[in-house]
């Protein structure tokens, strides 16, 4: 692996100073570690939702890692990767329209990206059949899924280390170590390559999540 760009324990307020939060949240920091639960009841929908923005924009060939630990489900965590805007602008240039967490300004709005669901426990056919999925955007292009090794979440639950790998047209997804699907793209079918960008963890209510240890190393 290349050289680090960037790492963030994700332990304290000081460390997400500069994130952005689209949506409503209630961030805290429990045993050291980023704790994210809607701030708005589950019932408003779409609107309970939320994504929280690393400030940073990363070159194209990337691995980005972080630990995962669900704690209170139903729900869906999912991670942004190489989101930019659509004229290759920064995803919070003042002309892009306003987001506030709700799915289709992230997939049909002003912006592209990939997206790994990688925790879905939200509809009962997601609660009862686990996936990872990777979407790539603008549009809803559903372009590579595998299974979930990660079990129900639980107070005591343990903690998972996720790894993207994005290179050249490649996209990979791990979960301890354990590819979970690799994904490449003819910069065709689900339109163009997308490069560099930033990374954004969403949640959908009412789920309770924790992270910890952000890196990202670029790919030589």
Known sequence: MGTLLYKNPLSSPEDVRNF????????????????MENALPSSDGQKANYVFWCPV?????????????PVREP???????????????SIFDPGLAKRDGQYPQYHHGDINAFHISYFRRKEPDERAFHTC??????GFYLVSQGADPIPDASPDAAWYRLKVVKKGNTVSFAVNELTVF???DDGKTFGPLLGGG???FRQLAPMKGQYRNLQVEDIQ
């Open 57 to 69: 924009e990363f070159p194209s060939d990337i691995q980005v890692s972080w630990e995962f630990r």
């Open 133 to 138: 999925n990777l979407r790539k955007s603008y």
């Open 20 to 35: 952005i939060l689209e949506g409503r949240a209630d961030i805290t920091f429990e045993d050291g570690a980023l704790t």
């Open 182 to 184: 690799t994904f490449c």
């Open 198 to 200: 930033c990374i954004g």
């Open 75 to 89: 729900g869906l965590a999912m991670i942004f990767f190489a989101a930019k805007g659509r004229r290759g602008q």
